[in-house]
C-alpha cells in the first residue's frame, strides 16, 4: 500500500511539472600556431520544474589541452551536477551534489611546500537557505564541503583535500533609499597527510545609498564596505582589513543607449602599516538596435583601469549585428595590458585581439556559432596566431 | 540632513581614510568584482595552486593559498579580477 502510494505521489509530481533539456558543445582553440592548447566542452542537462520547486542534473565533460600561451595544466574530467529547488513563501532551499571523476589527473601545487601533486576525482556536496521579503531584507546562508583525493607526486602518498566553506549575509532596504548589510564567509582547508590546516574568515559590514533626485533615467549609487579579516597568507603574514568605498552612476542616455560607470578605491589595514587597496575605474555604453533579422543587436564599448600591486589597462567592443532570420554577425575587439606569466616579457605584456564570426539561432532551438581572432602579444619567436572558438547547442522547448 | 549632505560625509571619510594610507604602496590581496565576474571558471583552471573557486556563480580566493603569481588576472575575459 506504501508502496503504491508513494507510486501515485511521484506519478502526480512528474505530471503536475515541465522538462525541459539542452545539449552543447563547444570547441576552442587557445591559440592554432602558438602552442596546441586546444578545449573542448560538452554539456549535457536535464530541468524539471514546477510553480514551487525544480531540478536540475547536468553532466560536463571537460578537456583542456596544457600548451597554451598561459600555462594551464591539462585537465580531461567528467562533472555531474544534481541540484534542486524548493520554493515556500519568502523561503528558498537549495541543496546541491557535484561529482568530479578525472579521466586524465589534473596537477596541483601542494602548500607548505610539499611539491606537485594530482588531483583524483571530487565530490561537493552543498545546502542554501534563503528568505526575502521583497522591499525589505534579505538573508541568505550557504554551506559548501569539498572532499578531493589527492596523490602526492614525490612520496605517491594519497591525501584527502578537504574544505569547508560557510557565508551568510543579511540585507535590511531602510526607508531612506539605502540598505544596509552584514555578511561572511568562513573557510577551512585541510589535508591531514600533509599535516596543513589553515582557516580564513572575512565580516563585511556595508552600507549603500541610492540617492533618486538625480535628473531622469540616471542612477548613482554609493556603497561603503568594511572587510575584517582573520587568517594568514601563504607566507605566514596576517591577512589586512579592508574598506572599500564605491560609486556607481547608470545613465540612460534614450531607450536604446546606456553609460555605466563605476569608481573604487580600497584601503588595507595590515597590524603596522596602511597600505592602498585596489583601485578600480570602469566606463561600459551600450547601444541596442534591431538589426535587420530577428535577433536583437546591440553594440558594447568599454573601458577599465585597475591599480593595485598591479596595473591593468583593458578597452574592449563587442557586438552582435543581426543580419536575417536568426543570423548574427559577432565582432570582438580587446586591447589588454597586464600581468604576465610568460617568461621573456618582462612581467607586463599587451594584448590585442581582433576577430569576428557568425551566429545562426534556429527556431527549433537549435544555435551554432564560430568566431575567429586575431590575437597579438608581445611574446617571442610568435607574436601574432589565431583562434578558433565554436560551439553547438541544442535548447528544445519545453516538452 | 539632505541626501546630498549625506553624499558629501559619506565621500569625506572616504577620503580621510585614503589620506591614511602609506605611500606608493599597494597592497597584494586581490580584489574580485562580482558585477563582472560571470564564473566562467577560467581563473579555478589555471591557478595552480587551487586557491580560487567559483561559489555561487562568482570567483572566490582562498588567501590561504593563493601565491599572488595573477595568472588569473591574466585570463580573465572580463578583467574582473585585479
Known sequence: MKVLAMLLFVVTVVFAADFESYAQINVASDSINYGEGIARTGNLGFRMDSANWDLVLGVNKICRGEGAVIPRFTRDQLEANLEGRIKFGGFTVNPEIQYTMMIDSADVVLPLQHGEGYRNAAMRPGLSLSYSLPGVFEINGSGKYWSRDVTALESDADAEWTEMYYSGDVLWHTPVGGYLAVGGISHQTKLDALDYDQSWTRVDLAAGYTPIDFPTRTIVSTEAEYSLYTGEDYTGLGLPNRFTARLRAVQNVARNVMFNITFSQAADFYEDETRFGPFQSAIRSQYKFSGWGSVPSSIMVGGQLTESAITTRLGEVEGRISLYSGLSALVTGKLWYGPSSVAGTGGYRTREIVGGGLEFRMNNGLNSFVVYEREASNLTPNDVWGKIRAGVGFYPTQF | ?82
Open chain 2, 1 to 82: 540632513m539632505t541626501r546630498f549632505t549625506r553624499l558629501l560625509l559619506v565621500s569625506l571619510l572616504a577620503l580621510v581614510v585614503f589620506a591614511a594610507c602609506d605611500g606608493p604602496l599597494a597592497s597584494a590581496l586581490l580584489s574580485i568584482d562580482e558585477s563582472r565576474c560571470v564564473g566562467c571558471g577560467e581563473c579555478e583552471e589555471v591557478c595552480p595552486y587551487n586557491a580560487i573557486e567559483v561559489i555561487d556563480g562568482d570567483a572566490v580566493i582562498n588567501p590561504n593559498l593563493c601565491h599572488q603569481c595573477n595568472r588569473c588576472v591574466e585570463v580573465c575575459p572580463e578583467g574582473a579580477i585585479y
